[in-house]
């Protein structure tokens, strides 16, 4: 819909009707000659306001820091969209906003009434003359000629209007026609405009689908390319022994079909080396296949009597296991029994290896060493969590589950011992100590070494024993490092 903006009074010193015109645009309005819309009035700034056109959306009025303002119907505005109707004032400058064929009508509407309003001048002028006055006959006579001449000049002058007037009005119907042809035409073009830009989503649709699939077609081709190149490798390798036609194959390319083409060549490779097997085999294939089945059935015989054999042996090991527990239990109870004996001062002769039997078991020292393990990895964890406030439920059920697996070592008589920083180790130290070493400079990490005589720098880590006093069993060793005795 094209706006126009005509001036509400003739003082407003505009350069006349303004038509903004369909599509993107920019135009200026103000007192100098340079503007699109000039107005020559003193309440009005150099560069006063702009008018925005935006394609066929829309008109939007912006005030340009003007000093007196920039009003739609009747408030200021600074930026505003204009619509058919509305009433604009350039500080003390009126106009309106009207539609293109509102704006044609008022025209010649104003324009009508121009020719009415003169038309019926000349009538009452044509009056007046016709009034006698008494007067100098000659002189009436005159006059009433001159009368008579202005009157037949009047009347051409009515007849010409009236014409013009006849011939406007049948213009504006032929206008008023053509506009209503325009207005089919607008509307059949909006129509079809629809119509395609309906069609062009939808062909838009169908591309995205199509460029959808052809990138999905794409990424499966490549993949089943890979895979080509992929078996063509894994033939390759599994012909490596009679491969010889590797050395003369198709030179290297960079294309999509490489693994195609060395696959093919592959292929063509290996009938050549069947052409020559199968004569071979046709010969002696027979024989040899019954010699492999042969074999196959004695092999099968022989894996079924290393299984009968497996199982035997399997049940004496069980039983002997059954046995050395009997035994251990046996020595177990002789043993207290000899201990319960020496408590009360009776005197059993008893060999010294007898007298740490109640040492734990190889088993339960496996079970201890296990428990101790998982007790230093929660330690581990704690440290790490503690750095965490979302972790402290967790600290709390690491700290209650390190607390029970400590109570089970107590009550089995485990416990944790050291070495005094600063001790000199002797050999005496052996069973109660594992020297370690730095593995390199700046690292935390340790290596262990061969026990040596040194002075304690620092304790790794504890030591845990099971018993105590000359009876107690060293589970595992302290961990130190030592500095050297020199010399």
Not at 26 to 48: K, M, P
Not at 141 to 155: I, T
Not at 331 to 344: I, K, N, P
Request: charged share 35%.
């Amino acid at each position: 819909m094209a706006l126009s903006i005509i001036s509400l009074t003739e003082s407003n010193g505009s350069s006349g009707p303004f038509v903004i015109p369909e599509g993107s645009g920019s135009y200026t309005v103000g007192r100098l000659a340079e503007n699109d819309i000039t107005i020559q009035h003193d309440s009005v700034s150099d560069l006063h306001a702009r008018i925005e056109a935006v394609g066929r959306t829309g008109v939007d009025l912006i005030d340009c820091g003007s000093s007196n303002g920039t009003f739609v119907n009747g408030e200021k505005v600074e930026r505003c969209p204009l619509k058919n109707g509305d009433e604009i004032r350039f500080a003390s400058t009126g106009f309106k906003v009207l539609d293109m064929e509102e704006s044609a009508e008022a025209g010649w509407q104003e324009e009508k009434k121009a020719l009415v309003a003169e038309i019926e001048s000349l009538k009452l002028q044509q009056q007046r003359d016709l009034v006698p006055d008494n007067g100098d006959p000659v002189r009436l006579s005159a006059e009433l000629s001159k009368s008579r001449e202005d009157l037949l000049e009047k009347d051409k002058l009515i007849a010409t209007l009236q014409f013009e007037l006849a011939r406007r009005e049948t213009s504006i119907g032929h206008l008023e026609e053509k506009v209503q042809v325009l207005a089919r035409k607008k509307e059949e073009w909006q129509s079809g405009h629809a119509t395609l830009e309906g069609e062009l989503a939808q062909t838009n649709l169908v591309l995205e689908k199509s460029q959808a699939e052809a990138a999905d077609l794409r990424a499966r081709l490549d993949t089943l390319l890979e895979r080509i190149n992929l078996l063509s490798q894994q033939w390759r390798e599994d012909w490596s022994y009679w491969s010889t036609f590797e050395d003369d194959g198709p030179p290297e390319d960079e294309s999509d079909l490489a693994g195609v083409n060395r696959l093919n060549h592959l292929r063509r490779g290996i009938r050549e080396q069947l052409d020559l097997i199968e004569p071979v085999w046709r010969e002696y294939g027979n024989s040899v296949t019954d010699e492999l089945k042969s074999r196959c059935e004695a092999l099968r015989d022989r894996e079924r009597d290393l299984k009968a054999e497996g199982e035997e042996r399997s049940d004496e090991l069980n039983r002997l296991k059954k046995e050395i527990i009997r035994v251990r239990e046996d020595m177990d109870r002789e043993v207290r029994r000899a201990q319960g004996l020496s408590r009360r001062n009776v005197e059993v002769a008893m060999p010294e290896r007898y007298e740490s039997m109640l040492i734990a078991s190889d088993r339960e020292q496996e079970i201890f060493l296990s428990l101790i393990e998982q007790i230093e990895f929660f330690e581990r964890l704690i440290d790490g969590y503690r750095r965490s406030k979302k972790m402290k439920e967790a600290i709390y059920e690491l700290e209650d589950f390190k607390k029970r697996l400590t109570g089970l070592l107590v009550a089995n008589g485990v416990e944790p011992f050291e070495i005094e920083v600063g001790l000199f180790l002797t050999l005496k130290n052996r069973g109660e100590v594992k020297v370690f070493g730095k593995k390199g400079w700046g690292t935390r990490e340790y290596i262990e070494q061969a026990f040596q005589p040194g002075k304690v720098t620092k304790v790794i880590r504890p030591g845990y024993r099971a018993g105590s006093g000359e009876t107690a069993v060293v589970l595992r060793k302290v961990e130190v490092l030592i500095q050297e005795v020199e010399g």
